[in-house]
């Protein structure tokens, strides 16, 4: 018997090794065009909303059987949360059109992830963990057993999992800055693992939990010890507290600073000017200094196109910078143009940051819709 579910983890392996099939999404076309499944190889997709098959069957199922062609395998349906593809999906099946389920929908493929070990010289070793759905990036970095999670995500049992699968003894949680795109699971994973929780106090001073804040320029001390080659180097500018994390003198993990291809947004907190002002600084002044050959390894991806032949989203610091306009403005017009580049920040994300400073409760439905969607973390331009 054909198999009528997939998981999200299991498309995006098919994707993955180019191996896609053809996505039938039956969501509204307003949300197909917010956010749809996306990969590291181009996808066939169509957009044919749910009510056309109960409306228009015959014509819903004309345009899917002329889609398809003659291609052979099964087609996948997608809705948002897995109930109106599965209708989809049946239908299409009594007529002898191969079709799977997405189990979940986009709500699950949104939250799902996979683990790519970061080849990094000897004596450290690191994860990226891609939560592909949304480009969320987080980190596990380890010496020895010893090991740090960096900007984890709420689902917390996917570090869990890595930390089990490697032997790895979690010694703290860090956060590169206050995130507003997406729950964090930092805090929920340091108090049950009963270890420190490490972010800035810049973005943190009004928690509701205990911030271990981080240094700057200096060492990562956990309880004393420098378990870890960790400096933390304060890079404000997407927001007041933003830093990244030099590993090994190889690595840098840059938060929502600098990404492969462009720069944080500067708005979120609703003093654009002075936070563009802080980023210039930080881009021409402090992260300018560094060694253009060090690898950025930065907390949220815009697409395929920045995945590394080892499945890995990273970039160089040096092409990163050249690209920035922070190396052709003065400041002034860096300001200007990046007040004008932002433009507002998504309503949800104020919710998300009281959220991540323990200001704000929200139950699972409602945070599965605050995080809907693409991240949006990045200037529209470098």
Known sequence: ???TLTTPAALYA????GDGPPILDVRNRDEFARWRIEGPTPLDILNLPYFDFIEQETEALAQVQAWIGGRTG??????????????VAEVLRHHDVAT???EGGMAAWGMATIAHPIPVSVGVRAWQILRF???CLSYVVAAGRDAVVVDPHRAVDDYRKVLDAEGLILRAVLDTHLHADHVSGAWALAAAAGVPYLASAGDFAEAAFPVEPTPDDARVTIGGLSVLPLVSLHTPGHTPGSTSFLVNDALLLTGDTVFVEGVGRPDLGGRTAEWARELYRTLR???GGLAPDLSVFPAHSSGRHERRADGTVAGRLGTALQASQALRLNEGDFVR???EEAGGAPPAYATVRAINLGRATAGEEELVELELGKNECALSRH
């Not at 098919?14 to 090794?17: D, F, K, S």
């Open 337 to 339: 143009a990046a007040a």
């Open 133 to 135: 759905g949304r480009g």
């Open 74 to 87: 099964s087609l996948v349906a997608v809705c948002a949360k897995g109930d109106s593809s599965a209708f």
């Open 14 to 17: 098919r994707i993955e090794a």
């Open 285 to 287: 002044d402090r992260l």
């Open 100 to 102: 799977t389920n997405l």
């Open 1 to 3: 018997m054909a198999e």
